[in-house]
């Protein structure tokens, strides 16, 4: 009989390191097919159904529901496949390269722009920084963990990922809510974010005349099955815009010699800001700028649609260069947005609402709604946000 083969955890991508398993598909002596789901799990951005890579008996299965594991531990066992339903399947690797059931994403080209930074002075570290290794460091980030405080146990005082759990856990009896999933990847994106330099604008817009251009798409049978609302206007304006300032999808790159440089991306992936159940996830619509109308709305319609599901893939979450958040829906005028991690320029949207407007010589009720940008001020300045931000304006105000 040959040994056991073992699923391990896949590496999922997107620098995340772990997930949490939410229930098993699966038990013990079951017979399993190759691509029968065996296992939902949930990771920091989306919860996803594996399935199975070999054809056989299950003999184990290594973690229960409730249970986080890191990437690359085992996951579940299967006989030798002497004698299971469905033949034999290649064994599977030590640590499989992407996520099962999705492929690798191609790895898009891109255009160094220029170089603005020089080196900086090297700094002495802080000798009562505590001991750490770079994943516990990264842990204690997500989990909002302070090392210092963390009792260590490890070889020469080090703070291990035992240490860690262990504190966690001591905070979590004393009354507070674990923070996972979702919520973790958000406040670990926003503690990011805030070390970014960024500034805001903002900008009033008559939208009456896309209101009106409102009714008439939802009347054109080309954008059947999709929800047409002002979010569509609004993605549509800004993927015209973008197409004029190249700046807004770049992003700032450090380089190991302490200077830095800003990428140029090739595609706008335009991100949509999604209110779910399991909190704040920003979808990606891939090469928006690429996309008809018609097509750009029935892809922002699926997505939000799956994010509220909870049936997004990681392609899905996956290589936005700028994001559009909507808290018109809320009720709110407007607000000061904080960047997604990696992107230079985020759009918020806030409702329509009447207001008296100075038209011609006349003031009169007209539908407004505030536009507001917040970018990386080390890939834009005033200038080029001001001049992409009326561009949009534009486009939705219906002005030349």
């Given at each position: 009989?040959?040994?056991?083969?073992?699923?391990?955890?896949?590496?999922?991508?997107?620098?995340?390191?772990?997930?949490?398993?939410?229930r098993?598909?699966?038990?013990?002596?079951?017979?399993?097919?190759?691509?029968?789901?065996?296992?939902?799990?949930?990771?920091a951005?989306?919860?996803?159904?594996?399935?199975?890579?070999?054809?056989?008996?299950v003999?184990?299965?290594?973690?229960?529901?409730?249970?986080?594991?890191?990437?690359?531990?085992?996951l579940?066992?299967?006989?030798?496949g002497?004698?299971?339903?469905?033949?034999?399947?290649?064994?599977a690797?030590?640590?499989?390269?992407?996520?099962?059931?999705?492929?690798v994403?191609?790895?898009?080209s891109?255009?160094?722009?220029?170089?603005?930074?020089?080196?900086?002075?090297?700094v002495?570290?802080?000798?009562?920084?505590?001991?750490?290794?770079?994943?516990?460091?990264?842990?204690?980030?997500?989990?909002?963990?302070?090392?210092?405080?963390?009792?260590?146990?490890?070889?020469?005082?080090?703070?291990?990922?035992?240490?860690?759990?262990?504190?966690?856990?001591?905070?979590?009896?004393?009354?507070?809510?674990?923070?996972?999933?979702?919520?973790?990847?958000?406040?670990?994106?926003?503690?990011?974010?805030?070390?970014?330099?960024?500034?805001?604008?903002?900008?009033?817009?008559?939208?009456?005349?896309?209101?009106?251009?409102?009714?008439?798409?939802?009347?054109?049978?080309?954008?059947?099955?999709?929800?047409?609302?002002?979010?569509?206007?609004?993605?549509?304006?800004?993927?015209?815009?973008?197409?004029?300032?190249?700046?807004?999808?770049?992003?700032?790159?450090?380089?190991?010699?302490?200077?830095?440089?800003i990428?140029?991306?090739?595609?706008?992936?335009?991100?949509?800001?999604?209110?779910?159940?399991?909190?704040?996830?920003?979808p990606?619509?891939?090469?928006?700028?690429?996309?008809?109308?018609?097509?750009?709305?029935?892809?922002?319609?699926?997505?939000?649609?799956?994010?509220?599901?909870?049936?997004?893939?990681?392609?899905?979450?996956?290589?936005?260069?700028?994001?559009?958040?909507n808290?018109?829906?809320?009720?709110?005028?407007?607000?000061?947005p904080l960047?997604?991690?990696?992107?230079?320029?985020?759009?918020?949207?806030?409702?329509?609402?009447?207001?008296?407007?100075?038209?011609?010589?006349?003031?009169m009720?007209?539908?407004?709604?505030?536009?507001?940008?917040?970018?990386?001020?080390?890939?834009?300045?005033?200038?080029?946000?001001?001049?992409?931000?009326?561009?949009?304006?534009?486009?939705?105000?219906g002005?030349?």
């Amino acid at each position: 009989m040959t040994e056991p083969r073992v699923f391990r955890l896949p590496d999922v991508g997107e620098g995340l390191i772990e997930a949490e398993v939410l229930r098993w598909l699966v038990a013990v002596g079951d017979k399993v097919a190759v691509n029968d789901p065996i296992v939902e799990i949930e990771t920091a951005k989306a919860s996803v159904e594996l399935p199975s890579p070999f054809a056989g008996r299950v003999l184990a299965l290594h973690a229960t529901a409730g249970q986080v594991l890191p990437v690359g531990v085992p996951l579940i066992s299967f006989d030798g496949g002497d004698g299971g339903d469905g033949g034999d399947a290649p064994a599977a690797p030590e640590r499989e390269a992407v996520l099962v059931g999705y492929g690798v994403a191609p790895t898009a080209s891109v255009r160094r722009r220029k170089r603005t930074v020089v080196a900086a002075p090297a700094v002495a570290p802080v000798a009562s920084r505590p001991l750490a290794s770079p994943l516990v460091r990264v842990l204690a980030r997500e989990w909002g963990v302070e090392l210092a405080l963390v009792s260590a146990t490890g070889h020469r005082g080090q703070v291990t990922r035992a240490d860690l759990t262990r504190h966690r856990e001591s905070a979590s009896s004393l009354g507070g809510t674990p923070v996972r999933g979702v919520q973790r990847s958000m406040a670990a994106a926003m503690t990011r974010s805030a070390a970014i330099p960024q500034a805001s604008l903002w900008v009033d817009v008559d939208v009456t005349s896309s209101q009106s251009t409102l009714e008439r798409l939802r009347a054109d049978a080309s954008f059947e099955g999709a929800r047409v609302t002002m979010l569509t206007l609004v993605a549509s304006a800004v993927v015209a815009a973008a197409r004029d300032h190249p700046l807004v999808t770049s992003r700032w790159h450090e380089l190991p010699d302490g200077s830095a440089e800003i990428v140029e991306s090739p595609l706008l992936n335009l991100g949509i800001a999604a209110d779910t159940p399991r909190g704040l996830v920003v979808p990606v619509v891939a090469n928006a700028g690429g996309r008809t109308l018609p097509e750009l709305a029935t892809e922002i319609t699926r997505l939000i649609e799956a994010s509220r599901a909870g049936i997004l893939s990681s392609a899905d979450l996956s290589g936005g260069t700028l994001t559009i958040t909507n808290v018109g829906v809320f009720g709110i005028d407007g607000g000061l947005p904080l960047l997604n991690p990696g992107e230079s320029v985020i759009v918020a949207m806030g409702q329509a609402r009447p207001r008296p407007w100075v038209v011609g010589a006349s003031i009169m009720s007209r539908p407004v709604m505030q536009l507001v940008i917040s970018f990386d001020h080390r890939v834009l300045d005033g200038a080029a946000a001001s001049r992409f931000l009326a561009d949009v304006a534009r486009g939705l105000s219906g002005s030349s």
